[in-house]
């Protein structure tokens, strides 16, 4: 089983829908998870992390986390053209406070 | 991007050819980090620093090696390039072990 699991994409959803990004992990100790942001040619940029179980909300994007499932996701409401990225999750695994672990991301298309 | 830059941003070299990649930062952050992200594989740690002198091998360091001599710069050494280390590579930092990543704007590698 791969560390950190994303579906690849692309993820197509129409303009003013809720885009659902979800990611797995394999480790259960893991600590803290991040969700970035990666517009073509650019380079990653946060947008959101999260440590403890529930739902937590900044504008527009909500993480959820369920540790028990391995489980995090990312909800982006209201999207917009300008949310057509690639989403990468980061997961701090346990026992390894220095590194992030990236899955592969998710390419969402939001259509006008 | 907290203050990371890269450099160079672009660069073509031929196989067996030595190359540095510099990251500079200016916001006293303690932890550096070293990637690569090529389609397919996303971003994949190459090396990482947890302090000036401190450094320790990613899951990529094959044909890599690093040097932290002062707190603001990271340098990525390819001791001889090969067209398998084609690819983008992004400099990051973070100030702890629990906050976030930034990164840098990437530099991107043609080995020819």
């Known amino acids: 089983q791969k560390e950190v699991e994303q579906n690849s994409g692309p993820l197509s959803v129409p303009e003013g829908a809720i885009a659902s990004l979800n990611c797995t992990y394999s480790?259960?100790?893991?600590?803290?998870f991040f969700w970035y942001r990666q517009y073509s040619g650019k380079s990653p940029e946060l947008i959101m992390f999260?440590?403890?179980?529930g739902d937590k909300e900044d504008g527009r994007f909500t993480a959820q986390l369920n540790k028990a499932s391995q489980y995090v996701s990312l909800l982006i409401r209201d999207s917009q053209p300008s949310d057509s990225a690639t989403y990468l999750c980061a997961v701090n695994k346990g026992g390894s406070n220095y590194k992030l672990t990236f899955g592969k991301g998710t390419l969402l298309t939001v259509n006008p | 991007d907290a203050g990371i830059t890269q450099s160079p941003r672009h660069k073509v070299t031929e196989t067996g050819t030595p190359v540095t990649l510099r990251c500079h930062q200016t916001?006293?952050?303690?932890?550096m980090y070293w990637y690569r992200q090529d389609p397919g594989h996303g971003l994949r740690l190459i090396h990482y620093s947890y302090g000036v002198k401190d450094t320790d091998k990613g899951e990529v360091s094959d044909g890599y090696s690093v040097s932290r001599s002062k707190t603001e710069d990271f340098l990525l050494t390819l001791e001889s390039a090969t067209s398998s280390q084609t690819s983008v590579y992004f400099c990051a930092t973070r100030s702890s072990p629990d906050n976030e990543q930034f990164f840098g704007p990437g530099t991107r590698l043609t080995v020819l």
């Open positions: 999260i440590y403890s179980n």
């Open positions: 916001e006293n952050h303690r932890y």
């Open positions: 480790d259960r100790g893991s600590q803290s």
